[in-house]
């Protein structure tokens, strides 16, 4: 009977995450048809942008018909979408180059930002959130608070040039910009990111920080709390195994929603640090006009979305059983 | 960091025949040869320069270059045929001497010999060939294919000699040749390869972020090319370029902010440079449309404008006036008689009385146009309002400016780099069949007077005729010029060596830049 029912269990929770991939992978299909029109109604073309104000009207039309910008929008569409489920992402319209190439090069250097920023701002936000929860509304509450409030008010460039002004000009323990090269070793690269890294904690942490506490607040006055409490097990006892697990699913919710950012909004501080990233790439090919990269870059970025998304459902119906459950 | 005038008179007689003033009167003088510096050039050290324009698009064919990244890239593996000198003089660079028949249509250019590719090939007449007409065939996607519109044909007139010809008369010819996409590669090599003649050989290119090379050790161009190795990084953030030269992760930056840069400015460990150049910035009007058919209304604009005011309170002076004639100061075909268009209200609602206008006069800007261009243009609107002239600025966006702005909208902004010639400058903006005609302004009378002093070889009289080139732009042209804007660059203060010339200010960098110390 118990083994019956941790089966269905089991099988119930594989049908509602192929369900929630299928979804995914519709939005991915809405998400590319929206991002082709809406670079399609951009102002401009991918030939004028990249030739130049000065470029002559020959070069514009022999360029416009080498990169097939003279087909409707739904022949290029449909063109590019054959190329993407044959797993070919395609080549740039601006450098020529094959886009699995460029994404080779930026993709990694983003994914690298992201998990150190991550690996920074996670464990961190979720011990920090736990002090203020334990010590809610006393003075390290509102400290944390306060100080997590604040550097996520301000701007990402400010918090940026402003660690740049104190640790890479004035102490110069760091430097300003991040060279960052296929062949940098992992401890060099890790030096080399470290700022742009705690810029990005500093801008996700508050989120973290306060929707762990807020979780831990409201089990912390549950019976069952209480009732460990009562029985005399140690604080540290009573938050990491009764509170924690319970408080897991909203915590993960949040802590995806953060993880997404670090890879999709980095572009700003790409920018300041001059990182070699997805962000830089993405702006290039924006003011490019260049599609078919946009296309590429947008579809990483929202899979990321949908992939955290989904991790986190996952975990909020394992932590969860009544998810899977419903009355 | 001092800057480098060579003052000396080329070794060589350029040009034969006594046609010394087919270029623009302008003798050249040899690289490196009487800079000012005491000691000879030091060598060795990596230099690194932090440059802006970087872009995921970036490949190595020159015909594609238009950002600093990689015009000194360029340069760093590749030559020209015709380099500019610190006056804006041309310099002989694969070409060591050129001269034309009697009608300047056919141009003869003797190319320098001996000299090598860094693949160990001996430079032809045939590499020549092949690389202009990389820019010059019919289904090239070369920036740079504008410039040979008037060209009939180039050929090798023999193992180090080529001949273009032209199909109308131009002195102005050989200083086309000084643009930086003209780099020579080899025939039928790869234009992507980066292979050329240049100081230095790539060892790395990551297309908007960073190459490095090393010198060349066989390079043919004396009292250049002083540093055993380069890096180019693209940082295209201002703030981040200026961080990375005070935390000294580079040597020299290119465009510092004449606002942010004051601590490098007092600083003395780094060097700021301020070059004159032949970058101006325009307010075009439309002559063709409404409102700007009317003179009256065009002269209006030119009055109602401080230029001064402009300059020092947006440019913190780093510029000089502009005269709504693209000309700058130190071409030799500059006209000192041209009357300054300064700033007089009265003038200016006299001449808006005139031309029957009323209403706001529309003005879109977005700092895509010339950096600046918002904030010059509501200083403009509270220059106008002195004259009871009521100017609507529009700011648009700087993504698509270009094609949705620029040219479609009566009056807007746009840069211009500027050209080697006063002549090539006119014909590439202000003739009637200019491509980049964007004033629309059309006088078939200002055309033939060019093309007439584009064929003259009496400099005296072709001064003459520019002179009167420049004033009808000044009183009737659609150009509102407020300023020529310098170029500046920044550096540490162990590095020199720049020759600052007016034109493609520091493309040349990698080659000419030392250390001191």
Redesign the interface.
Same mark, same amino acid.
């Given at each position: 009977m118990r083994v019956q029912g941790k089966w269905a269990f089991l099988q119930r929770g594989l049908r509602a995450t192929a369900q929630r991939a299928l979804l995914g992978l519709a939005t991915l299909f809405v998400v590319s048809l929206i991002i082709f029109l809406a670079v399609s109604l *951009?102002?401009?073309?991918t030939a004028?942008?990249?030739?130049?104000?000065?470029?002559?009207?020959?070069?514009l039309a022999?360029?416009r018909q080498?990169l097939l910008l003279d087909a409707p929008v739904q022949v290029r569409y449909l063109h590019w979408i054959a190329g993407v489920l044959h797993g070919n992402l395609g080549t740039?319209l601006?450098?020529?180059?094959q886009i699995a190439d460029?994404l080779s090069?930026r993709l990694p250097n983003t994914l690298f930002l992201a998990s150190l920023a991550a690996a920074l701002a996670v464990p961190l936000s979720l011990w920090l959130g736990i002090v203020s929860a334990l010590h809610r509304n006393r003075l390290a509450d509102r400290l944390i608070s306060g100080v997590a409030l604040v550097s996520t008010s301000f701007p990402e460039f400010f918090v940026a040039?402003l660690l740049?002004m104190v640790f890479? *000009?004035k102490l110069?323990w760091f430097?300003? *910009?991040s060279?960052i090269?296929p062949d940098t070793g992992l401890l060099d690269r890790t030096y080399q990111t470290l700022l742009p890294a705690v810029t990005l904690t500093l801008a996700t942490a508050a989120h973290m920080i306060r929707m762990t506490r807020a979780s831990i607040v409201s089990l912390l006055s549950s019976p069952y709390i209480e009732m460990a409490r009562l029985k005399g097990l140690p604080a540290r006892r009573v938050i990491l195994r009764h509170a924690l697990p319970n408080a897991l699913g909203p915590i993960a919710n949040i802590v995806a929603l953060n993880l997404a950012y670090l890879v999709v909004g980095v572009v700003v501080v790409e920018?300041?640090?001059?990182y070699?990233g997805l962000g830089?790439?993405f702006i290039?090919?924006?003011?490019?006009r260049?599609i078919p990269?946009v296309q590429a870059v947008c579809l990483i970025f929202a899979s990321t979305y949908i992939l955290l998304n989904l991790t986190a459902d996952v975990i909020a119906a394992v932590t969860n059983p009544r998810v899977l459950h419903p009355r | 960091m001092a800057i480098e005038r060579p003052d000396s008179i080329s070794r060589r007689q350029l040009l034969a025949r006594g046609a010394a003033a087919l270029v623009g009167g302008a003798l050249g003088a040899s690289p490196g040869a009487g800079a000012v510096s005491a000691s000879s050039p030091r060598r060795g050290g990596h230099l690194k320069l932090g440059l802006e324009g970087g872009?995921?698009?970036?490949?190595l064919d020159p015909g594609t270059y238009?950002t600093q990244f990689m015009q000194v890239i360029g340069y760093a593996w590749g030559n020209g045929l015709v380099e500019t000198g610190a006056r804006g003089e041309l310099v002989p660079e694969l070409a060591v001497e050129w001269s034309s028949d009697p009608s300047v249509k056919t141009w003869v250019f003797k190319l320098r010999r001996g000299v090598l590719f860094h693949n160990g090939k001996t430079l032809t007449a045939a590499d020549v060939v092949y690389s202009l007409n990389h820019h010059r065939n019919?289904?090239?996607?070369?920036?740079a294919?504008?410039l040979f519109?008037e060209v009939v044909a180039i050929e090798a007139t023999g193992e180090s000699e080529v001949t273009i010809t032209l199909s109308s008369g131009n002195v102005d010819f050989p200083g086309l040749l000084t643009d930086y996409r003209l780099l020579v590669f080899p025939e039928h090599g790869d234009p992507n390869a980066g292979i050329g003649t240049g100081p230095f050989q790539l060892e790395?290119f990551?297309?908007?972020?960073?190459a490095t090379a090393r010198r060349n050790e066989g390079y043919w161009k004396s009292g250049r090319a002083h540093v055993d190795s380069v890096e180019i990084?693209?940082?295209?953030?201002v703030?981040?370029r200026q961080?990375?030269l005070?935390?000294r *992760?580079v040597h020299f930056i290119s465009r510092p902010d004449p606002k942010l840069g004051a601590l490098i400015r007092r600083d003395p460990r780094f060097t700021w440079l301020d070059l004159p150049g032949a970058q101006h910035y325009v307010l075009p009007m439309r002559c063709d449309v409404e409102p700007f058919r009317h003179k009256d209304l065009r002269l209006a604009m030119k009055y109602a404008l401080d230029r001064a005011d402009v300059l020092s309170r947006i440019y913190s002076g780093s510029g000089q006036l502009g005269n709504d004639h693209p000309v700058p100061a130190f071409d030799p075909m500059f006209s000192a008689n041209v009357p300054l268009h300064s700033y007089d209200p009265d003038k200016a609602r006299f001449h808006f009385a005139r031309s029957g206008h009323s209403g706001p006069v529309h003005l879109y800007v977005s700092d895509a146009g010339f950096s600046g261009a918002t904030e010059t243009a509501t200083l403009f609107k509270e220059h106008a309002t002195r004259a009871q002239i009521d100017i609507e600025v529009h700011r648009v966006p700087a993504?698509?400016y270009?094609?949705?702005i620029?040219r479609r909208k009566p009056f807007c902004a746009?840069y211009w780099g500027g050209r080697v010639t006063a002549g090539l400058m006119l014909q590439?903006a202000y003739t009637t069949d200019a491509?980049?005609n964007e004033t629309c302004w059309r006088r078939p009378e200002f055309d033939a007077l060019l093309r007439q002093a584009q064929s003259e070889l009496d400099t005296q009289r072709r001064k003459e005729m520019f002179h009167d080139l420049q004033m009808m732009l000044w009183e009737d042209g659609g150009a509102l010029v407020p300023l020529f804007a310098n170029r500046l660059y920044a550096s540490t203060s162990n590095v020199t060596g720049l020759v600052g010339s007016p034109y493609f200010t520091a493309f040349r960098a990698a080659e000419q830049l030392y250390f001191t110390g």
């Open positions: *951009l102002p401009g073309d004028e942008a990249l030739l130049g104000h000065d470029a002559t009207p020959e070069a022999a360029l080498q740039s601006s450098s020529g180059r460029l090069q040039y740049i890479a *000009l110069a430097p300003p *910009l060279i090269q920018t300041v640090f001059s070699p830089q790439l290039d090919s924006v003011a490019k260049d990269v | 872009a995921q698009e970036n490949v238009s019919a289904n090239s996607r070369s920036l294919r504008g519109k790395r990551e297309a908007g972020v960073m990084l693209a940082i295209n953030d703030v981040a961080s990375a005070r935390g *992760l993504d698509g270009w094609s949705a620029w746009a590439a491509a980049d």
